[in-house]
């Protein structure tokens, strides 16, 4: 199952530096990275090609990391491609706490990361729905 290393970081320069070369010094790639403003601290989520490695990394260098379940999935690019999966969450009664997305082939594929309360039964809900989920491996090797 994916993972997202989730890091606490005060809001000031040289936070995302220091962070990303920790990462990359130590040969992790980063798949994604978000960030979200909390007025003086945010939350860095990224997503690793080794993300229990990283957050221990972090960890170890006094940087607060946690590691969260997350469920990849892989549709569409096209207009309406995120509605059509919405619809499914809705239906599944899914409700997505955090997300984020990204394309992989413009035109023909992007990926959809959501944080959900249970992810193994969502998961479960979403194949027998025919969405594409994807493994860890498919994830982090994108």
Same mark, same amino acid.
């Given at each position: ?9 005060? +809001?000031? =320069?040289?936070?995302? @530096?220091?962070?990303?070369?920790? $990462?990359?010094? &130590? &040969?992790? &790639? ?6 979200? *403003?909390?007025? *003086? #601290?945010? $939350? ?8 229990? @490695? ?5 960890? +170890?260098?006094? %940087?607060?990391?946690? %590691?969260?379940?997350?469920? /990849? $999935?892989?549709?569409?690019?096209? =207009? ?5 999966? /919405? ?7 899914? +409700?997505? !706490? *955090?997300? #984020?997305?990204? %394309?992989? *082939?413009?035109?023909? !594929? /992007? ?5 959900? =309360?249970?992810?193994?039964?969502? @998961?479960?809900?979403?194949? !027998? ?8 491996? !498919?994830? #982090?090797?994108?």
């Amino acid at each position: 199952m994916p993972h997202q290393v989730s890091v606490f970081a005060e +809001n000031k =320069p040289g936070k995302i @530096e220091r962070i990303t070369k920790i $990462i990359g010094d &130590n &040969n992790i &790639n980063i798949r994604a990275i978000t960030l979200s *403003d909390a007025g *003086d #601290y945010g $939350i860095i989520k990224l997503l690793l090609d080794k993300p229990r @490695e990283g957050a221990e990394l972090l960890t +170890n260098a006094g %940087i607060p990391a946690s %590691i969260k379940e997350i469920i /990849a $999935i892989q549709l569409q690019d096209k =207009p309406g491609g995120l509605a059509a999966v /919405a619809a499914i969450l809705h239906e599944c009664n899914i +409700n997505v !706490e *955090d997300a #984020y997305g990204f %394309i992989t *082939d413009k035109g023909k !594929e /992007a990926v959809f990361i959501f944080q959900v =309360p249970q992810v193994a039964h969502a @998961e479960k809900l979403l194949l !027998e729905k025919g969405i594409k989920v994807l493994t860890d491996r !498919e994830l #982090y090797m994108l």
